[in-house]
């Protein structure tokens, strides 16, 4: 895969899809992300990198409020999105999990056949009308997946018979079957071979068509060739955050230049 | 550890040079012994185990097997119209205030009429001498026949009628012609006729199906007793307990599980079901004697009763075991459901239900199988000392109506004086064990079932 041919892909837009402010979160008292600023834009990658235990993952379960599954997990400050707050009181997380889906560090399909774990979301969100739309609806998602031609005949076998990189592509094909806005992905490659790794960064960049994509990430590469914006986060702070060519070829903070050369982390 | 400490010095990483892999180092074989060691406590616990387990089953089947068998005998009894139907006229009505008083001598001499006619050498001239060899319960039997079959009236007829409980013994081997020498209910003689008798094959041993199906019997009809309205009291018992504990077992385990905050009021019902867990049986016994009988007024003795009290003895064990399950799904599977939108409680029946369904399941059973089981609070409602002699006449007399239950009527038995109860209760003991073994196979089933579709 070629770095330059999916940067020149440039549909960028300016307009602001979620906007984080004074964002702190705390694991009972475990201060595990600290005054966190950061605008991340519609129709664009962007990329979450930094030395492990720094607050990625955290960040991220803070933008679909996955966060508050966990009992000693306390979010403060706010963030919007489309300019809506989605801590507000009124929102329902599960309406905002229909719109803003995620894909988890370790690949989680449901005990059951690889057909229905791509259709549960379309099922419980109503967007098949008949049974032939929902077929249609899931072969599309296996397809963005890039898993579609390995399991089409072995569709009503159970999901967790596959392998490890194959369970993580069927997860993103689940994610991207209820059609979110968002999609945060939390190291969605970090179980697959490189083809699938170059599949899935395909993927990445098609949704970026219509989607704003947020991906976790410890490869400096993948981070330069899949997005356009790349934040640093070092020790629960946002340490720096632009454009991903720039990031990467002049950092201003001496700690993003010791990360990226490979002095911490 | 000891080793470290023998050189002094820490080697320096690297240092460590390894002897050949053929010859096994001390530390090796000091670990191998102690694995030996361990494997030959864990082989010897399970043929401890075993043994007792062979012990029982022995000691229950050799003990129990008696009362799935009882001693018939054949008498040819003369329906004298004369006794039985005073008017002449074949009225239902009027043959019917003819008692099982009147039957008895029929019968008798019935009996003694064949041992004449077979030339039987023995002692006895009187039909009342023949009281011994029968069953009381053998006029009831005749004269329902005679009041559903008028007609017989007049002819002799062969019945095969229950012996008494006394030659019973003595055929299975219980009873012998020296232990009856101070029995004021029946003789040596009566022993030595009962031998003759089943040469020419009028007293034989059969299948004793109402053992399985009948009522219980008064004291001195041991030979009659069976099991079989205990175990519909049983059923109607378990169906309350099924159709209160599950739901609400399942109900409050998954609230407690997945809904709930985690603060000091839920720590506190957690810690009491726990507690709940551990309460004597009885005590469940006298609140249900406090609140459903005393202060609610409902029926003592009634399997409707004892239902409820066994559901609030089982409840504690099913919220605990489909707690349990519910806490073995993994959590990557609820956040695989919530990432994608789902709600709380599709994310609960819709996947984690699901998987615990299993464990759901097999503590429901074992649940139900220890309320089968359970004898203590029975008696504080009236349901032990209860004699089980008529079936219950539909659904609704089937919960309201005083019944027993099998570990009650085995109690019961057991507690009686006639030997031949004693049989009765290992025989009601084998019944029981049946069940709560049909009740594991079906677990197992369902368990595999579920577990197939993975
Ligand atoms: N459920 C939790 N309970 C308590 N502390 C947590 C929990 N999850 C994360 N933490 C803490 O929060 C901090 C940030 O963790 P996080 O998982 O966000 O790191 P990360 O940047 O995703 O790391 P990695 O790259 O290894 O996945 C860590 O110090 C971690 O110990
Ligand atoms: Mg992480």
């Known amino acids: 895969m070629n770095d330059m041919t999916l940067l020149e892909r440039g549909v960028q837009t300016d307009d602001i899809k979620i906007s984080a402010r004074n964002v702190e979160v705390f694991y009972g008292d475990t201060h595990a992300i600290k005054n966190v600023n950061v605008e991340i834009q519609d129709k664009t990658v962007t990329a979450f990198i930094g030395p492990s235990g720094c607050g990625k993952s955290t960040f991220l379960r803070c933008i679909n409020r996955m966060n508050d599954t966990i009992d000693i997990c306390r979010v403060k400050g706010d963030i919007l999105l489309d300019g809506e707050d989605i801590y507000d009181p009124k929102v329902d997380p599960v309406q905002l999990r229909a719109k803003v889906g995620m894909v988890f560090q370790k690949p989680n399909p449901f005990p059951k056949s690889i057909y229905d774990n791509v259709a549960y979301g379309p099922k419980i969100h109503g967007l098949a009308r008949n049974k032939a739309e929902l077929d249609e609806i899931v072969e599309r998602a296996l397809r963005r997946g890039a898993i579609w031609d390995e399991v089409k005949d072995r569709l009503h076998s159970p999901g967790t018979g596959l392998s490890g990189g194959q369970q993580q592509r069927l997860c993103i094909a689940r994610a991207v079957a209820t059609e979110p806005e968002v999609l945060l992905m939390d190291e969605p490659c970090s179980a697959l071979d490189p083809i699938a790794t170059a599949q899935v960064e395909e993927l990445i960049d098609e949704l970026r068509q219509d989607y704003s994509v947020v991906i976790v990430t410890h490869s400096m590469q993948q981070a330069a060739r899949v997005s356009q914006k790349t934040a640093f986060f070092h020790l629960g702070t946002l340490v720096e955050y632009g454009a991903t060519d720039r990031i990467f070829t002049s950092p201003e903070d001496p700690r993003t230049e010791s990360y990226i050369t490979g002095r911490i982390g | ?454």
């Open chain 2, 1 to 454: 550890m000891s080793d470290a400490t023998s050189g002094g010095a820490v080697p320096a990483a690297g240092s460590r040079r390894h002897g050949s892999i053929l010859q096994l180092d001390a530390r090796t074989k000091k670990r191998n012994a102690k694995e030996a060691r361990f494997r030959a406590y864990g082989l010897g616990a399970i043929i401890i185990g075993l043994v007792f387990l062979v012990t029982l089953l022995t000691a229950i089947v050799s003990n129990g097997v008696g009362a799935f068998q009882q001693t018939f005998i054949e008498v040819p009894v003369y329906l004298d119209p004369q006794k039985l139907d005073k008017t002449g006229n074949r009225d239902a009505a009027e043959m019917a205030k003819v008692s099982t008083f009147g039957y008895t001598p029929l019968i008798q001499q019935g009996l003694l009429d064949l041992v004449d006619r077979e030339g039987i050498d023995a002692p006895f001239e009187k039909a009342g001498d023949m009281k011994a060899l029968i069953s009381a319960s053998a006029a009831a039997k005749v004269r329902d026949y005679v009041l559903a079959n008028p007609d017989a009236l007049g002819e002799t007829r062969g019945f095969e009628l229950l012996a008494s409980s006394r030659v019973d013994g003595y055929l299975k081997g219980r009873v012998t012609q020296e232990s009856v020498e101070r029995d004021r209910n029946i003789s040596a003689e009566h022993l030595q006729l009962a031998d003759a008798l089943r040469e020419i094959g009028a007293i034989r041993k059969g299948f004793n199906s109402e053992f399985i199906f009948g009522a219980d019997a008064s004291e001195s009809r041991a030979e009659q007793a069976g099991i079989g309205v205990a175990i519909l009291g049983s059923f109607f018992m378990m169906l309350v307990v099924l159709a209160f504990s599950l739901p609400i077992g399942v109900a409050a385990s998954i609230y407690l599980e997945e809904f709930a905050p985690k603060n000091r009021l839920t720590d506190l019902i957690e810690v009491n079901i726990s507690n709940l867990a551990a309460v004597p049986s009885i005590v469940f016994g006298i609140l249900g004697l406090a609140v459903f009988i005393e202060f609610a007024h409902l029926p003592q003795s009634a399997p409707l009763v004892g239902g409820l009290v066994l559901t609030l003895m089982t409840l504690p064990t099913i919220i605990i075991s489909t707690r349990a399950s519910l806490k073995a799904v993994p959590p990557s599977i609820r956040d695989a459901a919530l990432g994608i939108g789902a709600s709380k409680m599709q994310s609960v029946f819709h996947h984690v239900l699901p998987l615990a369904a299993p464990g759901i399941l097999t503590g429901t059973i074992i649940g139900l199988a220890q309320a089968l089981g359970e004898t203590a609070p029975l008696l504080l409602i009236g349901m032990v000392g209860y004699i089980a002699t008529n079936y219950p006449d539909g659904i609704s007399s089937g919960f309201l109506d005083p019944n027993s239950a099998m570990p009650a009527q085995i109690y019961e038995w057991a507690k009686r004086a006639d030997p031949a109860y004693y049989e009765r209760a290992w025989g009601g003991i084998i019944i029981l064990l049946v069940f709560l073994l049909t009740m594991n196979i079906i677990a197992i089933i369902l368990r595999r079932r579920f577990e197939r579709r993975w």
